[in-house]
Each structure stands twice: as C-alpha cells, then as structure tokens.
C-alpha cells in the first residue's frame, strides 16, 4: 500500500450577506475512504461536481481539507499522515506527490519556455542549472519530444504536445504518486489515446500510482485497476475495475454504466435515465443521497444512510439493498 485515505472531507462554508454570516456548508467531499496501492492506477468516477477533483486536491493538500486522514507510506513502514504535518515537513515529501491538470492550455505559463516549465520543480528543489537543463533534456525525450525545443514556448506546441509537457513537469522530481485530474478530457479522441498508452508506459517503467479521475467511463476501464465511484461528495461503490463492470452493487453505477456507447450497433442494453436532478451538496435530502433518483428506493432509503460494507470480496458498496440487488453490467 502506498496511500490510504480514512474518513477525508471538506465542507466550504456558504457566507452571505455585510457581515458574512455563516449559513451552511457545501459537502465537496463527505467521508471518503479508500487506499492505492505501489504501481496501481485507482479511477475515480462520477457525474461534474460530485467532487472527484476537490478529493484529488484534498489528497494533496492543494486544497485542506475539512477532516479526516490521509496516511503515506513511503517505504512500506510506519506512515505519516500528510494532513497532519506542519508546512515545513510537508514540503519534504512533496517531491513523491505530482499531479497533471485538466487543460494543458491554461496549466501551462505562455511566459516561461518548456525549459522553465519542466525545471521549475527541480528550481524549487535548488538543483544546479546544468543538472536542470540535462534533466529536462531527459524527460522530454521520456515523454517522446524533442529536447531541441526546449527554448520554445507553450504556444509552439500542440494540445497533445502541451499535455506531454505537462507529464514531464510531473515527472520532473521523480514521484511515486501522481493525481491525473481528467489529463485527457480536453484533448482529441485521437490525441487521448497516445496520451493513455504514455501514463501506462511511464508506469510500467517508473512504478508510478495513480488517482485517475475521469467522468469518462470507457477510459477508466482501460487505465485503470480498480475504480471508486462517487456521487453528491460520498463513495457509493469500490471495486476492482473487472468485477465493477460486469457485477455493479450500487443503483447509481449501474445507470453510469448503461450510458456506455457499444461499438457495434448490434449490441443493445437497456438505457437507465435517472429521474431528478443530482442533489445539492448544500443541502442533501436525509437518509441515501441517492433515494430520489432510484429506482429500488423504499422506505429506509428515505430515512437511514446506508453503511459502507464490504458486499463481495474486495467489493465495496453504500447500499442498503447491495447483497440481494441484481443489477445489469457490461
């Protein structure tokens, strides 16, 4: 195991009026558990604004979180909890931990070269100039560019070129972990592909782990090894990426997984079109977030949160009903 994260959340309070007096809180992350292991790519699932990229961010503490812990091995010893360290400490291990944004047009400065953008990191860390330079040189070729471009400018590059760029700049101080939010979602269906193969490349070669976050479900079962599903802030489902797709415990997933497009027309599955609008985080109804939308609810759905229980061997659900359900996969 390389990271586990136990009971994480982040409420953003909501302040109105002159005085800004607290009124609520926003459940971007509500609970979370979940853990990734050395050399494993972890998808994380769910509709926009389910807060996919805020756990991401939590987990690194780009954002900070509200509660909770997030407990790193570095060695396979005794862990340290990231959410507990003074800003000091944790910049010592912030070297291990990288991640890759969304868009690789506004990730990346216009006023720096490839050079300052990839050596940024290892500038930080206080690296001598001719170690950046043959650092930058090696990474670029890494990521299958031309070093002769270094001196060039994002705006030289292509979206798939840029998004090399920013894999480098991730790889640059040689991390374990890396938290790739939607990398490919803003590319060509063409590009994404080459995009893909390179994470599972590097990955094969470095022993990276990832967090994956996607809402792009034919992606995550081809990057991924096991995915967590999320919905209104909570993990509904965690399973491996195999026994998800074909034997789904949760009502939410089994409608993610029926939008899938077939690639052969003669290939029918039965559309799921959940009723309702996704639930507010400000103000979730009691009992299942889910219930108002699904289609098995019954009365204790309305009133009691389901527990997270283990519902199959390494098959992870919040279901009240997930052992006795039989719910359609692909």
């Known amino acids: 195991m390389l990271l586990e994260v136990k009971g994480l ?9 002159f005085l800004r007096t607290l009124r609520g809180h926003v459940r971007a992350v509500d609970d979370v558990d979940m853990f990734i292991g050395r050399g494993e790519t972890f998808g994380l699932v769910g509709e926009s604004g389910c807060g996919k990229t805020t756990l991401g961010r939590c987990v690194l503490r780009a954002i900070e979180p509200t509660a909770g812990s997030v407990l790193y091995y570095p060695n396979g010893g005794k862990p340290m909890d990231l ?43 206080k690296r001598p100039g001719r170690e950046v330079v043959e650092r930058v040189r090696e990474l670029m070729t890494l990521v299958g560019l031309d070093p002769r471009y270094m001196k060039r400018y994002p705006h030289a590059f292509s979206g798939g070129q840029r998004q090399r760029i920013a894999v480098a700049r991730a790889l640059a ?13 803003a590319l060509d269906v063409s590009v994404r ?32 090894h096991r995915v967590g599903v999320m919905y209104v802030g909570k993990m509904v489902e965690l399973a491996s990426t195999e026994d998800l797709f074909r034997s789904p415990k949760h009502p939410y997933t089994e409608a993610l997984l029926s939008a899938i ?13 959940l009723a309702g609008e996704i639930a507010n985080p400000a103000n979730p109804p009691k009992g299942c977030y889910f219930h108002p939308r699904c289609r098995f609810v019954q009365e204790v759905c309305r009133s009691e949160p389901p527990a997270w229980q283990e519902v199959a061997p390494e098959h992870w659900a919040a279901c009240h009903f997930a052992k006795t359900l039989s719910l359609q996969g692909v």
């Open 193 to 224: 592909a080459q995009i893909l193969n390179l994470l599972l490349e590097l990955q094969g070669k470095l022993n990276l782990s990832y967090l994956f976050v996607s809402h792009d479900l034919s992606v995550i079962r081809h990057i991924s």
């Open 83 to 125: 959410l507990a360290l003074p800003y000091s400490e944790l910049r010592t291990v912030r070297s291990d931990m990288q991640m890759i944004f969304q868009d690789p047009y506004s990730s990346l400065d216009p006023r720096m070269s490839v050079l300052d953008i990839i050596g940024e990191p290892l500038v930080i860390a």
């Open 9 to 17: 959340r982040k409420y953003f309070p909501i302040r109105t009026g």
């Open 173 to 185: 101080t040689h991390p374990r972990f890396i938290v790739c939010d939607e990398p490919v979602s």
């Open 261 to 273: 497009p077939l690639p052969d027309p003669r290939m029918q599955h039965e559309e799921i079109l």
